[in-house]
């Protein structure tokens, strides 16, 4: 108790006897006599008072074991100590009594007056021969009214069990942030709230907060031990009686004095909502599900079940997934610039997915971070979602309401790297704790952030527990994993000598590696049907393979960044330079069975000074803005053509002219023009034809065929080497299905009576062709439901020839004859365009000459609000026979 002297037992009369309860005076069975009495100041045994030292230790925060001298302890012979330590015992004048609760219903409680030792500080010693329960103290005097706390400090049993701990430590811990953090609890009937943190080598850990004045030396919390070992864990838990009193909505920090003794304020990695940036504070939640009197109340429970059947079989990869990726804060804002609410934001968002034809929404990170310049991929609360839009609360109907609309949502996460911002987790005990201490592997220098320690359990807890934690309790249907590739390689953007080998002499970062694979196989086992992504930019074979294989990742799917960069690449060459660069079309027929693939077109790549997606058009050409608007279709209609699932990020569907800026709104008054309306229709019937026909997403991950399953191949080029003309044409199969053609001219020049091999003879039906009216072409060519008619006369081994006029920088998508049979010869002839000069087919007369919706007129396209409204939001076009979403693929 502060003291080498041991307490010694002091034996006085008694000063006051206590009838048991409810007692008659007739009673001649009563209980025997219960003896309490109150012991005078001068008759306390030595050391029952705390010296000056350790009184000096607890006012300057510096006192290494406050539980072991607070609080209520029993000493020998039936005596009691309380020493109570509260800010609200500052004065002189207050007057303290501590009210026991003997154990036993109906026992009147025990009142011990304490004595002053000095503020904050009061002690009582008392006797009592019974087993005693809680307590509280009543402070008075001074004129004031009297009022009532609990103690912390009596409140010693362990806050969370041994079992959880174990899991924690031992790298895994399914419902970790209902473990870790700070949570609202009741314990002996009593409302408070519980905080545990992780500082293995800090010396002191006090929670500071409004409900405390922001003083460390108020609540210093307890190291928790197992089996005699310092878990690295500290705990308290702070009680305030009644539900009604918990003070929701507080912010709080904890103050750390680490190795070299100085202190920091440091949040809570575990902290489930923050104050709004610049401002950092970790915030009680009041939406803590878990443990809430209230929570929300989903009702998308339909589309969880159906979610859970997509991990039925291949399902998941049977689907059309056809996504928009967004930036929350800058997708739209209000007219002064501020951004908007989720609550806000959800109605117009899926008004405009819809119109789009999107079924799955990618947000960019919103876990908490402090900096809006990092659009998010710079964490600090991997536990909240961004403050700055709203409470979890808001999150959760957004997420709901986009269910209910039927669109699927998946959310980036950032495992690779951390901010350095000094309140967060660098350094977080005064040493290196969730990261490596070794530069060479604790930081990325380009980035100016630090590297998860992917070794350590506690670390690789907190990471694997974060996406489980947003797939529960906000109904998240998919992670893509960011920056897959510095978690694969040591070496990762580092020169020699600046990065250590793994421990077989290699460049491969096992434990990271390790920590993937668990974390793909902990999320398919736990919540089936939820989808994992990589954006991964290296050649590491198997990041979509199964666990079952040794360099097996287990994702889901792939970003397939070389398409990207090779068809953006090719795209802004030149047009006399592409033929040049004809392979950066086709290389991907090589590789494109490799991996299971999502092809994005995405924020990385309109921003930073690279310009929008329209501006890369052929810009070192300097060509006119109609010219770039054709080819960025002939872009989109590839994409979307290609095997792969599309993704597009927001303000490319309106052809916006500058690239990405997060701090404003999508440039949506541009969606007004006529051309630019035109291409957001294009957009919309592109991604409604991929969903409704089967071949252009069925057979996605096996393009060459799976002869193992059964599965023939869904890809065949045909249209392959005219480098020349810059023309490529490919076929999409599933099962029985009418195949799909594609046929893509980048070129800036119109081929009239184009000779085109095909595997089907018969009827050919165009669903859509890029320069239809209805998306702002010049007419030319065959448009929306032209037929054109084969004939026998093959080109290079097709068993039929279709010869039509390709219009300059034009998408067509067509449907195969009605009877087409799979069977294909290598006989007949092989002609070229040039060996005919008339065309067989001519466009039937239900060609849309004028753009095919009713309210063409531009003012009607755009919503009467600020510049963030949808161009489309106000109509839905009228789409071809053909455009339209299965609802049974959906």
Partial sequence: ?????????????????????????????????????????????????????????????????????????????????????????????????????????????????????????????????????????????????????????????????????????????????DVMGCHAVEVSGVYGLRFVVWAPRAHLVSVIGDFNGWDGRAHPMRRRYIAGGFTGLWEMFLPWGKHASLPYGSKYMYKIRGLNNSDTLKMDPFGQEFEAPPNHATVVSRYDDTFAETR????????????????????????????????????????????????????????????????????????????????????????????????????????????????????????????????????????????????????????????????????????????????????????????????????????????????????????????????????????????????????????????????????????????????????????????????????RGLYMQHEKWILPLSHDEVVSGKGSLVDKMSFLDYPEFYTKIQLLKVLYGFQVGSPGRPLLFMGGEIAQGREWNFRQSVDWHEGEEDLRGKVCTWVSDLMGVYQFHKPLHAGDDEPHGAEEFGIPRSFEWTEVDNRDACVVAFVRHWKDERPVMVVCNFSPKEYGNYALGVPFGGTWKVILSSNDWRYGGTGSGPTNHTELQTTPNGRWGWPACLWFDVPAHCCIFMLAPEDFSPPRTSEGDAKTAEDHDIAVAKPTDNIAKEPASSDADPATMAVECDRGASPLEARMPSVPEEVGVDADAM
């Fill in 296 to 587: 929300f109340a989903w009702s998308d429970g339909a589309w969880i079940e159906r979610r859970k059947g997509l991990a039925e079989g291949d399902k998941l990869r049977r689907q059309p997934m056809a996504i928009y990726e967004v930036h929350l804060p800058s997708w739209r804002r209000t007219a002064e610039g501020e951004v908007l609410n989720y609550r806000d934001i959800v109605d117009p968002l899926i008004k405009h997915m819809h119109t789009l034809n999107f079924n799955y929404l990618e947000l960019l990170p919103l876990a908490h971070h402090p900096y809006e310049g990092s659009w998010g991929y710079q964490v600090t609360g991997h536990y909240a979602c961004y403050s700055k839009l709203g409470s979890p609360e808001d999150f959760k109907f957004f997420v709901n309401a986009l269910h209910e609309a039927g669109i699927g949502i998946i959310m980036d996460y950032v495992p690779a790297h951390f901010c350095k911002d000094e309140w967060a987790l660098v350094n977080y005990d005064g040493s290196a704790t969730y990261e490596y201490e070794d530069p060479r592997e604790g930081e990325h220098v380009e980035w100016g952030t630090r590297v998860f320690n992917f070794a350590k359990n506690e670390v690789r807890a907190y990471l694997l527990g974060a996406p489980l934690f947003w797939i529960d309790r906000y109904h998240i249907d998919g992670v893509r994993v960011d920056a897959v590739s510095a978690m694969l390689y040591r070496n990762f953007n580092r020169k020699d000598g600046e990065w250590i080998p793994n421990e077989h002499g290699g460049d491969s970062f096992l434990e990271a590696v390790s920590l993937l694979r668990e974390l793909n196989r902990r999320v398919h086992e736990l919540h089936p049907g939820v989808i994992m992504c990589a954006e991964e930019s290296t050649s590491w074979a198997g990041i979509t393979a199964s666990l079952d294989e040794p360099s097996g990742l287990g994702f889901d799917f792939k970003w397939d960044l070389g398409w990207m960069n090779d068809t953006l690449s090719y795209l802004a060459a030149p047009a006399a330079e592409r033929p040049s660069k004809h392979e950066k079309l086709t290389f």
């Fill in 1 to 177: 108790f502060g003291s080498s002297t041991r307490i010694a037992l002091v034996t006085c009369a008694p000063t006051c006897v206590l009838p048991p309860s409810k007692r008659s005076s007739g009673d001649t069975h009563a209980e025997p006599m219960t003896q309490f009495q109150v012991i005078p100041r001068h008759e306390w045994p030595e050391g029952a008072s705390l010296d000056q030292a350790q009184v000096d230790a607890l006012h300057t925060a510096d006192h290494r074991d406050a539980w072991y001298i607070l609080g209520h302890h029993k000493l020998d012979g039936g005596r009691h100590l309380v020493r109570v330590w509260n800010g609200s015992l500052e004065a002189d004048d207050v007057e303290a009594t501590v009210c026991f609760q003997p154990d036993g219903e109906g026992k009147d409680s025990l009142k011990v007056p304490l004595v002053r030792r000095c503020g904050w500080l009061y002690e009582g010693v008392f006797e009592y021969d019974q087993e005693l329960g809680g307590y509280h103290i009543e402070v008075s005097g001074g004129g004031r009214e009297v009022s009532t706390f609990y103690d912390p400090f009596s409140f010693s049993a362990p806050c969370i069990t041994d079992a959880a701990v174990a899991e924690v430590q031992g790298g895994f811990c399914e419902n970790i942030a």
